[in-house]
């Protein structure tokens, strides 16, 4: 049996090894200059001007919604993401709406959004899933009509770039997260990135006990903090993090031409004047056209070795926890995609032979498939 191919692979070095053990070996763990140089020089990658680093990509998400939100507020989100990007709006007392996605970008259509604004309606989030840009101006020019907040959701797109401008440069605030499998990691971690002066002000009281001098606390607060060990590895991810974006998009890029022209399977796309980072290569499999359903698909894959992933098998919508929030009927698109999609390993640990390998087993696989 060949070595498995994982769907994740950080790529962690000696950068990353020796920053913790200076940091260990200087006994200062908690957030200080480490943490400061981190987040100016992520903000600055990403064309903002402040970033508030915290313990995940879910805490940042809860303290976007609690700075921007009042209780009772409606939030649109995309019915097709990972949970947090709607439960932490719920965390913080308001209320998600959920809107279908674009059947070709995976991201919130606008033209959705604005069906579902109301007098209550308080802040659009948009969603960069997989690594591709949601329609920032289309959704911008919502925003400013209704005067509505922006939080983008930036997760799984760490550099990606809309029509030219990097994700983290676009108002209000946009949250990353440094979760392992992301393209950029600190173990757990995630940041905040804004441009408001006021508003960075406010993340970063709020981010600690809401303390502007030492036992001096001027609003509610709580502890999200980061720490320097973090810092450090995020500061060597960050010197990685534009090769592994290319590689990505290789890897996307000869993934996209050997599998284009398989029947039933189809290819993600990048739309014009966008730069898609790739955190996921997910294809979407049609399960009459090539006679099997998805997860026998994916069990098929396992059993040579390659791992896949579906995000997401359920739209928000159908979990549990929102239940009561909509049917099937107000979101066919990502009601869809949760059956059909199927992520496949992109990531910049993979060599030529995983590629090879993995194109071959696609190939055989759609092709007994079909026989
Ligand atoms: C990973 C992820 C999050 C949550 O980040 P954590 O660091 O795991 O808390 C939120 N939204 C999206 C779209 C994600 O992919």
Do not use: W
């Not at 987040?39 to 313990?55: C, M, T």
Request: charged share 25%.
């Amino acid at each position: 049996m060949p070595h498995k191919i994982h769907i994740a692979h950080p790529q962690l070095g000696r950068a990353e090894i020796e920053g913790v053990r200076r940091v260990l070996k200087s006994g200062h763990l908690r957030a200080g200059a480490l943490t400061e140089r981190f987040e100016s020089e992520f903000a600055r990658f990403v064309g903002a001007r402040f970033g508030i680093a915290v313990n995940s990509g879910t805490s940042a998400l809860f303290l976007a919604a609690k700075a921007l939100l009042r209780p009772g507020d409606e939030v649109i989100v995309p019915d097709f993401t990972f949970v947090a990007t709607a439960s932490m709006v719920l965390a913080a007392g308001a209320r998600p709406v959920f809107a279908d996605v674009n059947e070709k970008t995976f991201t919130l259509e606008p033209a959705d959004v604005e069906r579902r604004i109301t007098s209550r309606t308080r802040a659009i989030l948009p969603v960069h899933l997989y690594g591709h840009p949601a329609d920032i101006l289309a959704l911008e020019r919502l925003a400013k009509r209704h005067r509505l907040h922006l939080i983008g959701d930036a997760a799984q797109a760490h550099g990606a770039k809309y029509q030219g401008q990097d994700v983290g440069s676009f108002r209000d605030i946009v949250c990353y997260s440094f979760y392992p499998t992301k393209n950029l990691t600190t173990a757990e971690g995630g940041m905040l990135v804004t441009s408001n002066t006021r508003l960075a002000e406010k993340l970063r009281l709020m981010r600690s006990h809401g303390e502007r001098r030492r036992y001096e606390h001027v609003c509610l607060g709580y502890n999200l903090r980061f720490t320097d060990i973090a810092a450090a590895i995020g500061l060597a991810q960050l010197r990685r993090l534009s090769a592994g974006n290319r590689k990505r998009r290789q890897n996307a890029a000869a993934l996209a031409r050997e599998l284009a022209g398989i029947a039933g399977i189809e290819i993600p796309q990048e739309t014009e004047g966008n730069f898609h980072v790739y955190n996921s290569f997910t294809i979407r499999l049609n399960p009459k056209v090539i006679g099997m359903s998805r997860d026998e698909f994916r069990a098929r894959l396992a059993r040579h070795g390659i791992e896949t992933a579906v995000h997401y098998p359920l739209p928000l919508h159908r979990q549990p926890l929102f239940r009561g929030y909509g049917r099937d009927e107000d979101f066919p698109v990502s009601t869809r995609l949760a059956k059909t999609v199927l992520s496949l390993p992109v990531h910049p640990a993979l060599t030529t032979h995983d590629l090879n390998r993995m194109i071959r087993v696609v190939r055989n696989t759609a092709a007994e498939a079909l026989r």
